[in-house]
């Protein structure tokens, strides 16, 4: 009877530790995921970066393009109200 209840609590034993090692393997299979996942993050977020600095960049040349017309815009006016040769 002794033997019976030893051999049961090794098969249970040999059954928890199978157990054990696939939760072993699924958390680094998760921690794998987790680290993809850290890397696209990044690769978006230098991605968004990149994106405003050239919208910045974009608005800078807009903005001086928008000072110019607004000067020949008034130099034109002003040429109406001179006398003209």
Do not use: C, W
Not at 31 to 49: F, L, S
Not at 54 to 70: G, M, P, S
């Amino acid at each position: 009877m002794a033997e019976v209840a030893s051999e049961l609590m090794f098969e249970l034993l040999k059954r928890v530790h199978a157990d054990i090692a696939d939760i072993k393997l699924g958390q680094r299979e998760l921690k794998a995921e987790m680290n993809a996942m850290r890397g696209t993050m990044v690769a978006v977020h230098q991605d968004i970066y990149n994106i405003h600095t050239t919208l910045a960049r974009h608005e800078t040349r807009l903005d001086r393009i928008e000072d110019r017309l607004e000067l020949r815009e008034f130099q034109e006016a002003q040429i109406r109200f001179e006398p003209q040769p």
